[in-house]
C-alpha cells in the first residue's frame, strides 16, 4: 500500500490556468508537507500543515495555497500558474511536526507552458 | 543563517566500489540530521536519522556518521550496486524550531552514478 500518494503524477498546463494537485495519506500521521523541487533539484518546504495550523514558507508567493479537508489529505491550489511554477510538488508526511521521518510521495511533475 | 553544503555535487564510480558523500552544515542549535536517499523519478526516501549523541548509524550498505563538534557528517556506501544510484540529500533539524516550515534545511544533494 502506498504511504502518501499524489495525483496527477505529470501535468501539462498553460500559462494563467488554475490547477491542483492532491494528497493523501495512510499513515496515520498529524503533520503533513508540501515542498517543490527544482531543476537544480533543490527540495524546498512551501508548506507544513499540523493539526489545523498551517506555516508558510514566506517565500511562496500567495497564488499557491493548501486545502486540508481532513487529516489525512492535504492538497496544492495554484492560481494563474507562471512559467517559473515548472517544477516536481512533493506531498510528504510526519508523525509529528518537524521531528521525525518525514515520508515523501512519488512527485508531481507540473509543467507551464 | 542555516544552511547544509554537500559535496561533492556529482560521483561516478564502479561498481563494487566504496564511496563517501560529505554533509557539512551550520544549523543551530541542531537537534538531527537526516540522510536521504532519491531514485530518478521517486520521491526522497529516509535512510538514517542522527541525534546529537549518535556518531555512526548503519543501515545495510549505507553508515552515517556525524561529528557534532565539527559540523560535519558524512555517508558511506559499501561494496557499491547499480541501484545505489541516486541523490543523496542531507537535512538538518533545528532544535525546537516548532519544526514546520523553516524547521528543517536541505542540502542540494549529491549526484551519485554507479557504473557496471
Known amino acids: 500500500d502506498t504511504a502518501v500518494s499524489q495525483t496527477p503524477k505529470y501535468l501539462v498546463t498553460q500559462m494563467g490556468n488554475d490547477k491542483s494537485i492532491k494528497c493523501e495519506q495512510n499513515?496515520?500521521?498529524?503533520?503533513m508537507y508540501w515542498y517543490k523541487q527544482d531543476s537544480k533539484k533543490f527540495l524546498k518546504i512551501m508548506f507544513s500543515y499540523n493539526n489545523k495550523e498551517l506555516i508558510i514558507n514566506e517565500t511562496v508567493p500567495n497564488r499557491f495555497s493548501p486545502k486540508s479537508p481532513d487529516k489525512a489529505h492535504l492538497n496544492l491550489h495554484i492560481n494563474s500558474l507562471e512559467l517559473g511554477d515548472s517544477a516536481v510538488y512533493f506531498c510528504?508526511?510526519?508523525?509529528?511536526?518537524?521531528?521525525?521521518?518525514?515520508?515523501f510521495g512519488e512527485g508531481s511533475w507540473l509543467t507551464v507552458v | 543563517k542555516n544552511q547544509v553544503e554537500q559535496s561533492p555535487q556529482s560521483l561516478i564510480i564502479l561498481e563494487g566500489k566504496n564511496c563517501t558523500l560529505q554533509?557539512?552544515?551550520?544549523?543551530?542549535?541542531?537537534?538531527?540530521l537526516r540522510w536521504y536517499k532519491q531514485d530518478t523519478g521517486r520521491g526522497p526516501v529516509s535512510l538514517t536519522i542522527?541525534?546529537?549523541?549518535?556518531n555512526t548509524k548503519s543501515n545495510g550498505r549505507y553508515t552515517a556518521t556525524l561529528d557534532a563538534d565539527t559540523k560535519q557528517s558524512s555517508l558511506h556506501i559499501t561494496a557499491s550496486q547499480l541501484s545505489d544510484s541516486a541523490s543523496y540529500i542531507c537535512?538538518?533539524?533545528?532544535?525546537?524550531?516548532?519544526?514546520?516550515?523553516?524547521?528543517?534545511?536541505f542540502g542540494k544533494g549529491t549526484h551519485l552514478i554507479i557504473q557496471p
Open positions: 554533509c557539512n552544515y551550520t544549523v543551530s542549535p541542531f537537534s538531527n
Open positions: 510528504a508526511s510526519s508523525q509529528i511536526l518537524g521531528e521525525n521521518t518525514i515520508y
Open positions: 537535512v538538518v533539524s533545528e532544535y525546537n524550531s516548532g519544526g514546520g516550515a523553516d524547521g528543517l534545511t
Open positions: 499513515l496515520g500521521h498529524d503533520t
Open positions: 542522527m541525534t546529537f549523541s549518535e
